[in-house]
């Protein structure tokens, strides 16, 4: 099995910095994708960033020049950067990753269990 733990969120004021990791563990294989959602009261879940295993990387439009994705494969291990915050920013962040399982060689998609970002003054 496969774990994905989060790291980083908190209370911010706007036009602070957050860094937020997410950590996999367990019976891994390979990890390929690895993204970053984020679910707001009331709205729906969306892509905020993704970055494939060989570092591709995109972004919701909203967040362009101000967050930065990024992953260390050797720790299994993605990042999100995240600058010039926006109480529009607020959400429960999620990891993502698309994962080979070791013990049978089948591609799974896991979630963390969701990190709080507030900006706000």
């Known amino acids: 099995q496969v774990q994905l733990v989060e790291s980083g969120g908190g209370l911010v004021q706007p036009g602070g910095s957050l860094r937020l990791s997410c950590a996999a563990s367990?019976?891994?294989?390979?990890?390929?994708?690895m993204a970053w959602y984020r679910q707001a009261p009331g709205k729906q879940r969306e892509l905020v960033a993704g970055i494939a295993r060989g570092g591709s990387t995109k972004y919701v439009d909203s967040v362009k020049g101000r967050f930065t994705i990024s992953r260390d494969n050797a720790k299994n291990t993605v990042y999100l950067q995240m600058n010039s915050l926006k109480p529009e920013d607020t959400a429960v962040y999620y990891c993502n990753a698309d994962a080979f399982e070791l013990r049978n060689g089948l591609r799974y998609g896991y979630w963390g269990q969701g990190t709080q970002v507030t900006v706000s003054s």
């Open positions: 367990g019976s891994i294989f390979r990890i390929d994708d």
